[in-house]
T-cell receptor
Framework: EDKVVQSPLSLVVHEGDTVTLNCSYE??????LLWYKQEKKAPTFLFMLTSSGIEKKSGRLSSILDKKELFSILNITATQTGDSAVYLC?????????????FGKGTSLLVTP | DSGVTQTPKHLITATGQRVTLRCSPRSGDLSVYWYQQSLDQGLQFLIQYYNGEERAKGNILERFSAQQFPDLHSELNLSSLELGDSALYFC??????????????FGPGTRLTVL
């Protein structure tokens, strides 16, 4: 059964701290790994990773994929209160029923002033 | 704003009833995906349509069905509703059919409450 596990489940930090969010996956015919940020409503896309070892960066956020060890990390440096959200990772797989996105349960991040 | 629209925003109904959720994808996107998000299960993929045809199926119950119309909007039909169907239902769209580099953009969701 396809599985995506995120850790920690929840995190509270002070503004300015650096955080690392983890995502491990076991899916059939893995294709890519995606990170989303979910605030009040709809998830918004952050990164898509398809190759091992290549860091993707957007401002204070960065992410990397390890296809050998089957995990990805999302780093946020110099956190701000606006980073408070649930961060979701999803592994795209290809099975007999086609492509699907398998989501983890998310890491809830709270950044306090 | 992702460009994906969903109606209605909220829906409250009774057990045993049937509802229809509607989604319009971003302009130019051919794929529509439906997801269910509940507190205990997290975000669950239900089904994908690409250019009017079913492309992938996830954890969708037999009481649920979906279709994509020629103008590419999609509807998710939920019937014989149970209390456990209460959740946030998201629609997402993408340009292609779900290839490895295809990014999905999510709509604002429809919150369904079954009483």
């Amino acid at each position: 059964e396809d599985k995506v596990v995120q850790s920690p489940l929840s995190l509270v930090v002070h503004e300015g701290d650096t955080v690392t969010l983890n995502c491990s996956y076991e899916v059939t015919n893995f294709r890519s790994l995606l990170w989303y940020k979910q605030e009040k409503k709809a998830p918004t896309f952050l990164f898509m990773l398809t190759s091992s070892g290549i860091e993707k960066k957007s401002g204070r956020l960065s992410s990397i994929l390890d296809k050998k060890e089957l995990f990805s990390i999302l780093n946020i440096t110099a956190t701000q209160t606006g980073d408070s959200a649930v961060y979701l990772c999803a592994a795209r797989s290809n099975s007999n029923s086609g492509y699907a996105l398998n989501f983890g349960k998310g890491t809830s991040l709270l950044v306090t002033p | 704003d992702s460009g994906v629209t969903q109606t209605p925003k909220h829906l409250i109904t009774a057990t045993g009833q049937r509802v229809t959720l509607r989604c319009s994808p971003r302009s130019g996107d051919l794929s529509v995906y439906w997801y269910q998000q509940s507190l205990d299960q997290g975000l669950q993929f239900l089904i994908q349509y690409y250019n009017g045809e079913e492309r992938a199926k996830g954890n969708i119950l037999e009481r649920f069905s979906a279709q994509q119309f020629p103008d590419l909007h999609s509807e998710l039909n939920l019937s014989s509703l149970e209390l456990g169907d209460s959740a946030l239902y998201f629609c997402a769209s993408s340009v292609g059919g779900g290839l490895r580099t295809d990014t999905q953009y999510f709509g604002p969701g429809t919150r369904l409450t079954v009483l």
